[in-house]
């Protein structure tokens, strides 16, 4: 497989939460653990929710824990660049590349109008699966209702991925997900086609991220598949959540790594907390700190295999 190269890639919408930074030190640990090379991309194609400044606030926070990256758009690399806002080219030209097999349709189906019209509700968070109403519509001059997505002409095949945690996923994308989005009708490219063409673009051989993400690898590996390349391992890390089960994201306060570092927590000390959150280390005391160069020689990543979620103590 060559040189192991992993990545992490947040979306600048915010300061980094607890759950962000256990899953950008996983991600470290995997590369430097392996000796290989690590990969820091800013995933801001969704530019409404981009927040000024967020990118270059989560980057110094990465380098306050002690983390680090051979690649990124503060340090450069021959893959760049390294912001998704920057390789709308790459995009492109990965959806002619299935338009010209025939893979892409065009769809002016609302939200409102899909679910109305699906047998059955998709179990996770993006809505119910799509029932193909433009699919059969073919090329012919259309009037659009409104601008037009780009679909992917999904295949009826199972799909397989062996997760290094998770164990095995199986799913036939086209029944459970049905034809998804690649470009959106205002013109924002989807994530799952921004995610594997610079996965691929950039050599990731492994693809460490959270486990909110699992339903995705069936499609980005179908997606690879369907460009002629190969896609990445996956290891899914377990969802870090507050006490009560309340995503991070959602709940805020006090969980982000730019507050652990003004309430004067020192990066030794957040890295144990999230370590023992993690399972990675036997260590009882909560007010223990473990330097990175010790983590390294201590952390056990076998420890997260089969764990899809971590809760926070109460009171964080």
Not at 168 to 175: I, K, L, M, T
Not at 291 to 309: F, I
């Amino acid at each position: 497989m060559g040189t192991y190269r992993g990545r992490f890639a947040p979306s600048p919408t915010g300061d980094l939460h607890l759950g962000s930074a256990a899953t950008a030190l996983v991600t470290w640990l995997a590369a430097r653990t392996s000796g290989g090379e690590l990969v820091l991309r800013i995933e801001d194609i969704d530019r409404p929710r981009v927040v000024e400044g967020a990118a270059e606030r989560q980057m110094e926070d990465l380098r306050w824990l002690g983390l680090d990256w051979d690649e990124g758009p503060d340090v450069g690399g021959p893959r760049g660049p390294y912001r998704q806002s920057e390789r709308g080219d790459h995009y492109l030209e990965a959806l002619e590349a299935l338009s010209r097999r025939g893979l892409t349709y065009l769809c002016d189906c609302s939200r409102a109008e899909i679910a109305r019209a699906a047998s059955a509700p998709h179990p996770g968070e993006e809505g119910p699966r799509y029932p193909g109403t433009c699919r059969g519509l073919g090329p012919s001059a259309r009037t659009f209702r409104r601008p037009p997505a780009v679909r992917l002409a999904v295949p009826a095949r199972e799909v397989v991925v062996r997760d290094r945690w998770q164990g095995e996923v199986r799913q036939d994308v086209a029944a459970s997900v049905g034809d998804f989005v690649l470009a959106r009708g205002d013109g924002i490219w989807a994530y799952q086609l921004a995610v594997v063409v610079d996965d691929l673009a950039m050599g990731i051989t492994e693809v460490v991220r959270g486990a909110d993400l699992l339903g995705s690898a069936p499609r980005q590996v179908l997606l690879a598949e369907l460009l002629g390349e190969r896609a990445p391992c996956f290891a899914h890390v377990p969802l870090v959540v507050a006490a009560d089960g309340e995503r991070l994201a959602k709940r805020g306060g006090g969980t982000s790594l730019r507050e652990q570092r003004d309430a004067g927590r020192s990066p030794a000390q957040v890295v144990c907390e999230l370590a023992r959150l993690l399972g990675l280390v036997d260590r009882d005391d909560p007010r223990a700190a473990i330097p990175l160069a010790e983590l390294l020689e201590e952390a056990d990543l076998d420890r997260l295999r089969g764990r899809r979620e971590v809760r926070l103590a109460p009171g964080r």
